[in-house]
């Protein structure tokens, strides 16, 4: 199964922006020291916006389901102070790993065509 990668928006408010930073901080350092399938995890944002935005990038579904469980009580804080907007997922993912993020409204999309070097 080939490579999975997210987009996903969020909107945080002003209040909460500190402890947005240091959860998503947080979030880095255990995909830093914890997930090497994890290919990427970056954050994202248009100054004075409200809006965020995480990229990640894993390696198949195991490693997406290992991140999702080293990052689940971040994950919950993070849900606490923001709201998601968007959650767009491209590549095939096996069905446990969708039944994980159904009801944040994930959107998937389906691999057509393309070039990657």
């Known amino acids: 199964m080939p490579t999975i990668k997210f987009a ?11 402890t947005f930073k240091r959860i ?9 020291l914890n997930e090497p399938d994890t290919l990427s995890c970056k954050w994202f944002y248009h100054e004075g916006d409200d809006k965020w935005f995480l990229t990640e990038k894993f390696r198949d ?4 389901l290992k991140h999702l469980d080293e990052i ?9 102070i923001s709201e998601v907007n968007r959650f767009d997922v491209f590549g095939e993912m096996a ?11 994930a959107k998937h999309y389906t691999y057509w065509s393309g070039v990657s070097h």
């Open 95 to 105: 069905f446990n790993a969708r039944v994980a993020i159904a009801s944040l409204g």
């Open 72 to 80: 689940s009580p971040q994950l919950d804080q993070l849900f606490e």
């Open 24 to 32: 998503a901080k947080e979030m880095n350092e255990i995909v830093h």
């Open 61 to 64: 579904s195991d490693a997406f």
């Open 8 to 18: 996903v928006e969020l909107t945080v408010s002003h209040i909460q922006l500190d």
